[in-house]
């Protein structure tokens, strides 16, 4: 009988890089991977998300999913302009997450700005704990996400 899913990860991803990052972490943390999804604009989706998450405006999807049986929640997705993108800030303000263990992580080209700041902030006002941040550039492949998760040394049930 396979292990029971206690911990999961809520990802945005545009290109596919959060999502191969986020299928890591559901592997080496035993984690049901969650995307969260913009919506609408058909083939303008790309652009349009991506000049309305500069300006801050977006509209996202969330999976409707009762996060109270999950120790861990991971939650994270691209840089935008020094933020993180606006999807992940509106998943935060719309889950539930009081009580909970909270694992972030950002990737980006070059810089990352000040969204480490502003994620760790917005997770711990929804009055949840920050447990580790993982800050990943997109030129790394899979040896090296899994040689940073392994490093942090962060303890997950």
Known sequence: MPKKKNNIVLYFSMFGKNEKIADIISMEFNALKMRIAASGWGFLKIPLHMIKGVLERDVVMIPNKNLKDYNTIFIGGPVWAGKPCPALMDTIKKVRIKDKNVVLFLTAT???????????????????????????????NEKEIKKKLKEIGIEIY
Do not use: H, Q
Not at 125 to 136: C, I, Q, S, T
């Open 110 to 140: 070059g810089d990352f700005g000040n969204a480490e700041n502003i994620m760790r902030d917005a997770v711990r006002k929804k009055g949840a704990k920050v447990k580790a941040l993982f800050k990943f550039f997109t030129s790394e």
